[in-house]
């Protein structure tokens, strides 16, 4: 037995009791009077575009694969038949007493629909009471029903008197989001035969259904790229899709944000597109947020995997310098010997030199320099500096240059005289051999 069975295993003892009535009981006393929820004509839903479930009843049978319950299909203008169907059959429902088991007995019919995954669906039929048959009392409704996951539910409750009896009837209901599942929709007859008990199994109140047809509404479907990391010297596309599975392309719109972070870059409305990280949005987190809605508001928004950028040079340049320095005399070889190297982007750089403040060598440099150099020997004594500023080249975003500097003060001393003492007597004054006391 399948679950749709075991849930209808005849008609739930909930529906049986609300069912119950029988001749000379008072309505809302004895027996409880039927009203109309959730009743909407929707014709603007008509934009809804998968048809789900159909059927006209045109084979001339129940067809086992969309209905199960205790029902028959008639044809038209039949004794106990419809009147005026859209074709040829029409589902009935009949309603009767039951001698054997002394009670009444409601048929039924449940629709097998699958809405799993839908974010809206609606019900379509057409319906007439009584045909070539007895005529459906004013308190005799055709229940409607849904599946919330646990119970069936009361979709609407059709009056008699709301609907046409030798025509049929057209009827729309949106389901409840609660009802977008496996369980199916449930036909019901809640009519009473009235009078006395006759022999076995008398008919009682009909109902016919025809054109049945449940449509769905899906919300778009969304795939957005991303993941991964990169470096900051190329851009980095960042890609979505989507597509509806229920309309045309232009059926519904679309919103692609680029954020770092929470930061939203840029944004598109392309419903196949892509979104650039480019190396000046500089290193971080980035994300791609696509939400896709369709014409009747279902919305499905996808976030993409997070993509890392990371800078690809994080070094500043090196700077070597070598040659003089401290404290120096005149006397020694006065030399600043520089170069400046980097290896991830090359380097400009700025080298100048002072004596007293007084700038004695300037020079700008456009990319790194192997080896350069200065001879300040002939500037004398005095003190002196020399300063190496360095950038590199790496300039993918704001703030990415490295820099690095270098200075350093040589003092070139005075060379202090060197002491000499000589004596000289003449040879007539010495007195070499002679003692001196």
Do not use: C
């Amino acid at each position: 037995m399948s679950s749709f069975q075991r849930r209808d295993s005849h008609v739930s003892s909930l529906t049986s009791r609300l069912l119950q009535r029988r001749k000379g009981r008072r309505p809302g006393k004895d027996f409880p009077i039927f009203r109309t929820v959730l009743l909407e004509n929707l014709e603007s839903r008509r934009l809804l575009t998968t048809t789900v479930f159909s059927d006209n009843f045109e084979t001339g049978t129940l067809n086992s694969a969309k209905w199960y319950g205790d029902t028959a299909v008639v044809s038209e203008n039949a004794s106990l038949g419809p009147i005026a169907a859209s074709g040829t059959y029409a589902l009935r429902l009949d309603a009767y007493y039951n001698d054997y088991y002394h009670q009444s007995h409601h048929e039924y019919a449940v629709a097998k629909v699958d809405l799993t995954g839908y974010a809206s669906a609606t019900l379509n039929f057409k319906v007439e009471a009584e045909g070539n048959a007895d005529s459906p009392e004013s308190d005799d409704d055709l229940l409607v029903e849904y599946y919330n996951g646990s119970a069936w539910a009361t979709l609407a409750s059709i009056d008699t008197n709301a609907v046409g009896h030798s025509s049929f009837t057209s009827r729309s209901f949106v389901i409840p989001s609660n009802g977008l599942n496996a369980g199916g929709i449930r036909f019901t007859n809640g009519g009473e035969y009235y009078g006395a008990p006759p022999a076995f199994d008398h008919p009682g109140d009909y109902w016919f259904i025809d054109d049945v047809s449940i449509v769905g509404n899906r919300a778009p479907n969304v795939t957005a790229g991303g993941g991964g990391s990169g470096l900051d010297n190329v851009a980095h596309a960042m890609s979505w899709t989507s597509s509806d599975p229920d309309a045309s392309p232009d059926a519904y719109t679309v919103n692609a944000q680029l954020l770092k972070g929470t930061t939203v870059l840029r944004s598109s409305t392309a419903k196949n597109s892509s979104l650039s990280v480019y190396p000046a949005d500089g290193p971080g987190t980035y994300s791609l947020k696509v939400t896709a809605t369709d014409s009747l508001g279902a919305s499905r928004t996808v976030t993409s995997s997070a993509f890392t950028m990371t800078d690809d040079d994080t070094a500043a340049p090196v700077i070597t310098l070598t040659g003089s320095s401290g404290n120096e005399v005149a006397a020694a070889d006065q030399k600043f010997t520089w170069s400046v190297v980097d290896a991830g982007s090359g380097s400009t750089s700025h080298v100048e030199i002072t004596k007293g403040g007084l700038t004695i060598f300037s020079r700008d440099y456009a990319a790194d320099i192997a080896a350069d150099s200065f001879d300040f020997n002939a500037y004398g004594i005095g003190s002196y500096t020399i300063s190496i500023d360095a950038t590199d080249k790496d300039n993918d975003w704001v703030g990415d240059a490295k820099a690095s500097s270098v200075s350093r003060i040589v003092n070139v001393l005075n060379t202090p005289p060197v002491a000499s003492f000589v004596v000289e007597t003449p040879s007539e004054a010495r007195l070499e051999g002679t003692n001196v006391v």
